[in-house]
């Protein structure tokens, strides 16, 4: 269906946090969950597919049953696709009661360039990598949840889960 994306990876047990990604983020996304899974936490994987057309409400639907989600892309974050839809989905999150509330985040490139490297160099500097998604993911259940998944975070930053890259 044009403007919708698919699960490239959905849990069993009712995941708090979703990755939706856009093109080779898909990648740095099912690392990022498996980082997440090793510190207990489930996360799920949604490829965006399409930038444009952009189902907004099928996704905003879909992604208010995330306590967290992560919206990523490999562009810059201003008037991104991925900026869109973490507004669409914290405003329709608004409405609901605090208990049910889904917080959304979007990443994605400034817009002053950065140095030439290599993408994983890139991905890692930009927040994009794995671990970086992982990271953020675990952080802000961390900040909602209490030091138990802090824990867990703290064990994943270690790098025990590498970028994939």
Same mark, same amino acid.
């Given at each position: 269906?044009?403007?919708?994306?698919?699960?490239?990876?959905?849990?069993?047990?009712?995941?708090?946090?979703?990755?939706?990604?856009?093109?080779?983020?898909?990648?740095?996304?099912?690392?990022?969950?498996?980082a997440c899974a090793s510190a207990?936490?489930?996360?799920?994987?949604?490829?965006?597919?399409? $930038?444009?057309?952009?189902?907004?409400?099928?996704?905003?639907?879909?992604?208010?049953?995330?306590?967290?989600?992560? $919206?990523?892309?490999?562009?810059?974050?201003?008037?991104?696709?991925?900026?869109e839809l973490a507004a669409a989905?914290?405003?329709?999150?608004?409405?609901?009661?605090?208990?049910?509330?889904? $917080?959304?985040?979007?990443?994605?490139?400034?817009?002053?360039?950065?140095?030439?490297?290599?993408?994983?160099?890139?991905?890692?500097?930009?927040?994009?990598?794995?671990?970086?998604?992982?990271?953020?993911?675990?952080?802000?259940?961390?900040?909602?949840?209490?030091?138990?998944?802090?824990?867990?975070?703290?064990?994943?930053?270690?790098?025990?889960?590498?970028?994939?890259?």
């Amino acid at each position: 269906v044009p403007g919708r994306g698919v699960f490239v990876r959905r849990s069993d047990a009712g995941a708090r946090v979703l990755f939706a990604v856009s093109g080779a983020l898909v990648d740095e996304a099912l690392v990022g969950s498996d980082a997440c899974a090793s510190a207990g936490v489930a996360a799920d994987v949604y490829h965006l597919r399409f $930038i444009k057309p952009l189902d907004t409400a099928a996704f905003v639907q879909m992604a208010l049953g995330y306590s967290f989600v992560v $919206i990523a892309e490999e562009g810059v974050l201003t008037g991104s696709a991925s900026m869109e839809l973490a507004a669409a989905l914290n405003v329709a999150a608004a409405t609901r009661a605090p208990a049910g509330r889904t $917080i959304a985040v979007a990443r994605g490139y400034d817009e002053k360039p950065l140095a030439q490297a290599r993408r994983d160099e890139l991905l890692e500097r930009a927040g994009l990598s794995a671990m970086a998604l992982a990271e953020l993911a675990l952080s802000l259940l961390a900040s909602a949840s209490g030091s138990k998944v802090e824990e867990a975070r703290a064990k994943t930053s270690q790098g025990r889960v590498g970028s994939g890259a």
